[in-house]
Protein backbone atom coordinates (compact mmCIF):
# COMPACT_ATOMS: atom_id res chain seq x y z
CA UNK A 1 0.00 0.00 0.00
CA UNK A 2 2.87 2.66 1.12
CA UNK A 3 4.67 1.99 -2.73
CA UNK A 4 1.17 2.46 -4.71
CA UNK A 5 0.18 5.51 -2.72
CA UNK A 6 3.71 6.71 -3.33
CA UNK A 7 3.52 6.15 -7.23
CA UNK A 8 0.10 7.35 -7.78
CA UNK A 9 1.23 10.72 -7.31
CA UNK A 10 4.66 10.42 -8.86
CA UNK A 11 2.70 8.91 -12.15
CA UNK A 12 0.03 11.74 -11.94
CA UNK A 13 3.26 14.11 -12.44
CA UNK A 14 5.38 12.52 -14.78
CA UNK A 15 2.73 11.27 -17.22
CA UNK A 16 1.32 14.82 -18.18
CA UNK A 17 5.00 16.14 -18.55
CA UNK A 18 5.72 13.37 -20.74
CA UNK A 19 3.01 13.79 -22.67
CA UNK A 20 3.32 17.56 -23.25
CA UNK A 21 7.13 16.79 -24.52
CA UNK A 22 5.66 14.42 -26.71
CA UNK A 23 3.47 16.69 -28.00
CA UNK A 24 6.11 19.53 -28.24
CA UNK A 25 8.54 17.14 -30.19
CA UNK A 26 5.68 16.39 -32.33
CA UNK A 27 5.24 20.06 -33.17
CA UNK A 28 8.97 20.81 -33.61
CA UNK A 29 10.18 21.77 -30.32
CA UNK A 30 13.49 20.10 -29.05
CA UNK A 31 14.91 21.10 -25.46
CA UNK A 32 18.75 21.25 -25.17
CA UNK A 33 21.08 22.41 -22.15
CA UNK A 34 23.00 25.33 -22.46
CA UNK A 35 26.74 24.72 -21.89
CA UNK A 36 28.20 28.12 -21.20
CA UNK A 37 27.65 31.56 -19.97
CA UNK A 38 27.65 33.29 -23.21
CA UNK A 39 23.93 34.07 -23.25
CA UNK A 40 24.03 35.36 -19.47
CA UNK A 41 22.31 36.68 -17.88
CA UNK A 42 19.41 35.68 -20.30
CA UNK A 43 20.33 31.69 -19.82
CA UNK A 44 23.08 30.49 -17.73
CA UNK A 45 24.74 27.39 -18.04
CA UNK A 46 23.25 23.87 -17.06
CA UNK A 47 19.66 25.90 -17.76
CA UNK A 48 17.35 23.74 -20.17
CA UNK A 49 16.04 25.61 -22.90
CA UNK A 50 13.14 25.04 -25.63
CA UNK A 51 14.24 25.36 -29.53
CA UNK A 52 11.23 25.62 -32.53
CA UNK A 53 12.25 24.85 -35.85
CA UNK A 54 11.11 27.35 -38.35
CA UNK A 55 12.30 28.89 -41.28
CA UNK A 56 11.35 32.40 -39.97
CA UNK A 57 14.39 33.60 -37.99
CA UNK A 58 13.73 37.52 -36.52
CA UNK A 59 15.99 39.95 -35.46
CA UNK A 60 17.02 40.26 -32.18
CA UNK A 61 15.80 36.62 -31.21
CA UNK A 62 18.06 33.75 -29.43
CA UNK A 63 19.09 31.13 -31.86
CA UNK A 64 20.61 28.32 -31.46
CA UNK A 65 22.86 27.21 -34.39
CA UNK A 66 25.82 24.70 -35.34
CA UNK A 67 29.21 26.28 -35.32
CA UNK A 68 29.94 26.84 -38.93
CA UNK A 69 33.88 26.81 -38.84
CA UNK A 70 34.42 23.80 -37.20
CA UNK A 71 38.85 23.63 -37.29
CA UNK A 72 38.94 27.53 -36.57
CA UNK A 73 38.85 27.59 -32.85
CA UNK A 74 36.52 24.97 -31.76
CA UNK A 75 35.33 21.57 -33.27
CA UNK A 76 31.81 21.07 -34.25
CA UNK A 77 29.74 22.35 -31.78
CA UNK A 78 26.07 23.68 -31.45
CA UNK A 79 25.98 27.60 -30.10
CA UNK A 80 23.71 30.03 -28.24
CA UNK A 81 23.35 33.80 -29.44
CA UNK A 82 21.18 36.44 -30.12
CA UNK A 83 20.89 37.65 -33.84
CA UNK A 84 22.27 40.64 -34.16
CA UNK A 85 22.17 40.93 -37.64
CA UNK A 86 19.71 40.00 -40.80
CA UNK A 87 20.63 39.55 -43.85
CA UNK A 88 21.28 42.89 -45.55
CA UNK A 89 22.02 44.69 -42.32
CA UNK A 90 24.87 47.14 -41.28
CA UNK A 91 26.02 45.86 -37.97
CA UNK A 92 28.23 48.02 -35.70
CA UNK A 93 29.22 48.19 -32.39
CA UNK A 94 30.25 51.39 -29.95
CA UNK A 95 31.11 50.75 -25.84
CA UNK A 96 29.71 46.99 -26.04
CA UNK A 97 26.40 48.14 -27.68
CA UNK A 98 24.97 47.26 -30.71
CA UNK A 99 23.91 49.69 -33.93
CA UNK A 100 21.82 47.89 -36.22
CA UNK A 101 21.76 50.21 -39.73
CA UNK A 102 22.39 53.34 -37.41
CA UNK A 103 19.90 52.92 -34.82
CA UNK A 104 21.03 51.95 -31.11
CA UNK A 105 18.96 48.52 -30.98
CA UNK A 106 19.79 47.09 -27.81
CA UNK A 107 18.21 46.43 -24.65
CA UNK A 108 21.04 46.89 -22.03
CA UNK A 109 18.93 45.10 -19.52
CA UNK A 110 19.52 42.38 -21.48
CA UNK A 111 23.43 42.23 -21.31
CA UNK A 112 26.04 41.72 -18.72
CA UNK A 113 28.16 44.72 -17.60
CA UNK A 114 31.31 44.57 -20.25
CA UNK A 115 34.05 46.43 -18.25
CA UNK A 116 35.96 42.84 -18.95
CA UNK A 117 36.24 42.30 -22.89
CA UNK A 118 36.95 38.26 -23.83
CA UNK A 119 40.04 38.25 -25.58
CA UNK A 120 40.37 42.30 -26.13
CA UNK A 121 44.30 42.41 -25.74
CA UNK A 122 45.00 38.86 -27.05
CA UNK A 123 42.79 37.65 -30.15
CA UNK A 124 42.15 39.55 -33.29
CA UNK A 125 38.74 40.00 -34.23
CA UNK A 126 37.00 38.66 -36.96
CA UNK A 127 37.80 41.46 -39.66
CA UNK A 128 40.62 43.57 -37.91
CA UNK A 129 43.17 45.16 -39.86
CA UNK A 130 45.32 47.64 -38.77
CA UNK A 131 43.40 50.31 -40.78
CA UNK A 132 39.99 49.66 -38.79
CA UNK A 133 41.78 48.38 -35.20
CA UNK A 134 38.60 46.70 -34.48
CA UNK A 135 37.81 45.79 -31.13
CA UNK A 136 35.04 43.60 -29.24
CA UNK A 137 33.62 46.36 -27.61
CA UNK A 138 34.02 48.50 -30.90
CA UNK A 139 33.61 46.93 -33.88
CA UNK A 140 32.24 47.69 -37.65
CA UNK A 141 30.80 48.74 -39.31
CA UNK A 142 30.39 45.14 -40.98
CA UNK A 143 27.55 44.40 -43.56
CA UNK A 144 26.31 41.09 -43.30
CA UNK A 145 25.37 39.14 -46.90
CA UNK A 146 22.28 38.38 -48.23
CA UNK A 147 20.39 36.31 -50.95
CA UNK A 148 20.30 38.02 -54.16
CA UNK A 149 22.25 40.75 -52.43
CA UNK A 150 25.32 42.20 -54.66
CA UNK A 151 28.51 43.17 -53.27
CA UNK A 152 31.58 44.57 -54.82
CA UNK A 153 34.52 42.15 -53.23
CA UNK A 154 38.31 43.85 -53.15
CA UNK A 155 41.07 43.93 -51.19
CA UNK A 156 39.70 46.02 -48.54
CA UNK A 157 37.17 43.77 -47.81
CA UNK A 158 38.76 40.32 -48.74
CA UNK A 159 39.29 39.63 -45.05
CA UNK A 160 35.40 39.84 -44.28
CA UNK A 161 34.34 37.81 -46.99
CA UNK A 162 36.87 35.61 -48.30
CA UNK A 163 36.43 32.61 -46.28
CA UNK A 164 32.59 32.49 -46.66
CA UNK A 165 32.59 33.08 -50.30
CA UNK A 166 34.86 30.08 -50.77
CA UNK A 167 32.89 27.86 -48.51
CA UNK A 168 29.67 28.46 -48.65
CA UNK A 169 29.62 30.58 -52.30
CA UNK A 170 31.18 28.27 -54.57
CA UNK A 171 34.06 30.58 -55.25
CA UNK A 172 37.13 29.65 -56.64
CA UNK A 173 40.48 30.51 -54.99
CA UNK A 174 41.23 31.69 -58.96
CA UNK A 175 38.48 34.35 -58.24
CA UNK A 176 39.43 35.40 -55.22
CA UNK A 177 42.77 36.17 -56.34
CA UNK A 178 41.44 38.43 -58.82
CA UNK A 179 39.90 41.12 -56.82
CA UNK A 180 37.92 43.08 -57.68
CA UNK A 181 35.06 41.83 -58.76
CA UNK A 182 31.47 41.34 -58.13
CA UNK A 183 29.60 38.70 -56.19
CA UNK A 184 26.06 38.18 -56.05
CA UNK A 185 25.21 35.71 -52.46
CA UNK A 186 23.67 32.81 -53.38
CA UNK A 187 22.83 32.66 -49.32
CA UNK A 188 21.60 34.34 -46.39
CA UNK A 189 23.91 34.90 -43.50
CA UNK A 190 23.42 36.10 -39.91
CA UNK A 191 25.56 37.88 -37.16
CA UNK A 192 24.86 36.03 -34.07
CA UNK A 193 26.08 37.73 -30.64
CA UNK A 194 26.07 36.61 -26.83
CA UNK A 195 24.30 38.63 -24.30
CA UNK A 196 27.69 38.00 -21.75
CA UNK A 197 29.28 40.94 -24.54
CA UNK A 198 32.72 40.43 -22.21
CA UNK A 199 32.61 36.73 -22.24
CA UNK A 200 31.24 35.19 -25.22
CA UNK A 201 32.99 33.37 -28.44
CA UNK A 202 30.50 34.50 -31.60
CA UNK A 203 30.07 36.28 -34.91
CA UNK A 204 32.80 39.13 -33.93
CA UNK A 205 35.37 36.58 -33.28
CA UNK A 206 34.69 33.89 -36.60
CA UNK A 207 32.33 35.72 -38.78
CA UNK A 208 28.86 34.81 -40.41
CA UNK A 209 26.55 31.90 -39.54
CA UNK A 210 24.82 30.80 -43.28
CA UNK A 211 20.99 30.31 -42.51
CA UNK A 212 21.17 26.74 -42.83
CA UNK A 213 23.28 26.43 -39.94
CA UNK A 214 20.58 27.97 -37.70
CA UNK A 215 18.71 25.29 -35.94
CA UNK A 216 16.25 27.34 -34.43
CA UNK A 217 14.51 30.28 -32.14
CA UNK A 218 14.34 29.37 -28.58
CA UNK A 219 11.03 30.01 -26.83
CA UNK A 220 11.44 28.71 -23.47
Same mark, same amino acid.
Given at each position: ?????????????I *???? %?? %?? *?LT /? %???? /???????????????????? *????????????????????????????????? %??????????????????????? $??????????????????????????????????A? $????????? $???????N??????????????????????????????????????????????????????????? *?L
Amino acid at each position: MTTNFFFLPIAARI *VPLF %CI %CL *VLT /S %CGYK /SYRVGSDAMEPTFSTEDYIM *VYKTSDVRFYEVALYEYPYPGKMYGAMLMLGRV %CGMPGDIVKFQYGLLYRNGQMSD $TPGNLLPDENFYGASTRTVFGWTKQNNWTPRNYGAI $TVPAKGKTL $TISRDNLNVYGEILQKFENVSSSAIDNVPFKHVFINDYYFMVGDNRGNSYDSRYFGFVPRKYITGLV *VL
